[in-house]
């Protein structure tokens, strides 16, 4: 690819990164931004990322300590479940992201800026156009819900205790700002000053956790899109292989020599594959830790919107939301990759191979052979990831709601 068509597919690749770098920025990292070079601009960035690091960490601590805090008192079924056991679950998905980003951020550059090499700049062929336009669109509409649940739940969150503080004020009725989230901290927190100066603290944590979360998700599923996207477009191209058509619009027979286009799809898919799989290294811890604890978050939401905390339903209701917009789109795109890794096989069998001469066929043939493994995500090896996970995290979520449900009738 020359030079100017590489600057275009960068310019559109860093476009659809747009919304999941601001929030990277946040958390002082970036895959598309130039790398710090003076003193100054690497101090900022490790300065930035210290201190989103620092108080999601801090935040997590203390939610667990508490939770083992109320375990150790033997508290009711009630209590437990009003300590945000939910909220703790997403922090310890947000935590294992942003180490899981930090890590990983030189290989998610490199994918990134290789990308760019094979992007589908000047596509003639209406069908390719037509699949890039759709993606595209879909993936801004699908990033735009996303990031809204996460935030607007978030905000919810954080000023719910000052409104209920101002409402009570207007009332009448002494009151004091209450807290974020529920969190052991070694002193007292009701103290003037130390309380606000713990509510700052609380709002900040949950601004940094969700970052965290929606930098490493809006990125998965970006390049997700983007190597699904490009792997139809391979199958339009494999699927016109041999298949010669004259001026007045005939197919032309005989054996027909498209040996160097074969190899340059050749080329093109095996990239596609180690991008995949860079992309499955990265966030299979991440994607078992998404499998492990979606279907304990949504069933304690869920419990708590029903049971407990009228107060802060509202807030709960855009946090299932969240919860499950997370995962559904984590497994559409895995099962999206997926299916359009197994349709390159079907496309080199609707190619025009018996058009081609024996040369070719034997190319296609290993083309063939090696589409017949698909690419798939897991959950670090032990299952793979489709809409039939997301199906599951629904059931068994369910399954444990009930389980919460009967023994707190029982009570």
Same mark, same amino acid.
């Given at each position: 690819?020359?030079?100017?068509?590489?600057?275009?597919?960068?310019?559109?690749?860093?476009?659809?990164?747009?919304?999941?770098?601001? *929030? #990277?920025?946040?958390?002082?990292?970036?895959?598309?931004?130039?790398?710090?070079?003076? *003193?100054?601009?690497?101090?900022? @960035?490790?300065?930035?990322?210290?201190?989103?690091?620092?108080?999601?960490?801090?935040?997590? #601590?203390?939610?667990?300590?508490? /939770?083992?805090? %109320?375990?150790?008192?033997?508290?009711?079924?009630?209590?437990?479940?009003?300590?945000?056991?939910?909220?703790?679950?997403?922090?310890?998905?947000?935590?294992?992201?942003?180490?899981?980003?930090?890590?990983?951020?030189?290989?998610?550059?490199?994918?990134?800026?290789?990308?760019?090499?094979?992007?589908?700049?000047?596509?003639?062929?209406?069908?390719? @156009?037509?699949?890039?336009?759709?993606? %595209?669109?879909?993936?801004? $509409? &699908?990033?735009?819900?996303?990031?809204?649940?996460?935030?607007?739940?978030?905000?919810?969150?954080?000023?719910?205790? @000052?409104?209920?503080?101002?409402?009570?004020?207007?009332?009448?009725?002494?009151?004091?700002?209450?807290?974020?989230?529920?969190?052991?901290?070694?002193?007292? =927190?009701?103290?003037?000053?130390?309380?606000?100066?713990?509510?700052?603290?609380?709002?900040?944590?949950?601004?940094?956790?969700?970052?965290?979360?929606?930098?490493?998700?809006?990125?998965?599923?970006?390049?997700?899109?983007? #190597?699904?996207?490009?792997?139809?477009?391979?199958?339009? =191209?494999?699927?016109?292989?041999? !298949? !010669?058509?004259? +001026?007045?619009?005939?197919?032309?027979?005989?054996?027909?020599?498209?040996?160097?286009?074969?190899?340059?799809? /050749?080329?093109?898919?095996?990239?596609?594959?180690?991008?995949?799989?860079?992309?499955?290294?990265?966030?299979?811890?991440?994607?078992?830790?998404?499998? %492990?604890?979606? $279907? !304990?978050?949504?069933?304690? @939401?869920? *419990?708590? /919107?029903?049971?407990?905390?009228?107060?802060?339903?509202?807030?709960?209701?855009? *946090?299932?939301?969240?919860?499950?917009?997370?995962?559904?789109?984590?497994?559409?795109?895995?099962?999206?990759?997926?299916?359009?890794?197994?349709?390159?096989?079907?496309?080199?069998? +609707?190619?025009?191979?018996?058009?081609?001469?024996?040369?070719? &066929?034997?190319?296609?043939?290993?083309?063939?052979?090696?589409?017949? &493994?698909?690419?798939?995500?897991?959950?670090?090896?032990?299952?793979?990831?489709?809409?039939?996970?997301?199906?599951?995290?629904?059931?068994?979520?369910? $399954?444990?709601?009930?389980?919460?449900?009967?023994?707190?009738?029982?009570?």
């Amino acid at each position: 690819m020359s030079k100017d068509k590489t600057l275009i597919a960068k310019k559109e690749i860093y476009g659809t990164l747009r919304s999941c770098n601001f *929030f #990277i920025r946040r958390i002082g990292l970036s895959f598309v931004d130039k790398k710090p070079n003076t *003193f100054l601009q690497k101090i900022n @960035v490790l300065s930035s990322f210290i201190t989103a690091s620092s108080f999601v960490a801090l935040m997590l #601590i203390s939610e667990y300590v508490y /939770i083992v805090y %109320l375990l150790a008192k033997s508290v009711t079924l009630e209590k437990l479940m009003g300590s945000y056991l939910h909220i703790a679950g997403y922090d310890t998905m947000s935590f294992g992201k942003l180490l899981t980003i930090w890590y990983k951020k030189n290989t998610f550059r490199r994918v990134v800026n290789d990308l760019a090499d094979i992007w589908p700049v000047d596509e003639k062929n209406p069908e390719a @156009v037509a699949i890039k336009n759709k993606c %595209l669109s879909t993936l801004r $509409s &699908r990033q735009s819900l996303y990031i809204f649940w996460n935030v607007l739940g978030v905000w919810l969150y954080n000023l719910t205790p @000052v409104a209920l503080h101002l409402y009570r004020l207007a009332r009448g009725i002494p009151s004091d700002l209450g807290f974020v989230w529920q969190m052991y901290y070694p002193f007292d =927190k009701t103290k003037p000053i130390v309380h606000e100066f713990v509510y700052i603290f609380e709002t900040a944590s949950g601004l940094y956790s969700v970052c965290c979360m929606l930098s490493s998700d809006v990125f998965f599923i970006t390049m997700a899109s983007h #190597i699904s996207m490009m792997l139809r477009i391979l199958q339009v =191209k494999i699927r016109s292989l041999g !298949v !010669v058509e004259s +001026a007045d619009g005939k197919l032309i027979g005989g054996l027909h020599n498209c040996y160097d286009e074969i190899i340059d799809l /050749i080329n093109v898919h095996q990239r596609l594959i180690r991008y995949g799989n860079d992309l499955e290294d990265a966030f299979s811890v991440v994607n078992l830790i998404n499998v %492990l604890l979606s $279907s !304990v978050n949504i069933c304690c @939401v869920m *419990f708590s /919107i029903i049971f407990l905390e009228p107060l802060m339903e509202m807030g709960n209701k855009f *946090f299932i939301a969240a919860a499950l917009t997370q995962m559904g789109v984590v497994c559409w795109y895995a099962d999206d990759i997926y299916r359009a890794s197994v349709g390159v096989s079907d496309a080199v069998f +609707a190619s025009g191979w018996y058009n081609c001469n024996p040369r070719c &066929r034997r190319a296609l043939l290993l083309m063939l052979q090696r589409s017949q &493994r698909p690419l798939y995500f897991t959950a670090l090896k032990f299952s793979s990831i489709t809409l039939n996970t997301f199906r599951s995290i629904l059931t068994t979520s369910y $399954s444990y709601f009930t389980l919460l449900y009967t023994s707190y009738r029982r009570h």
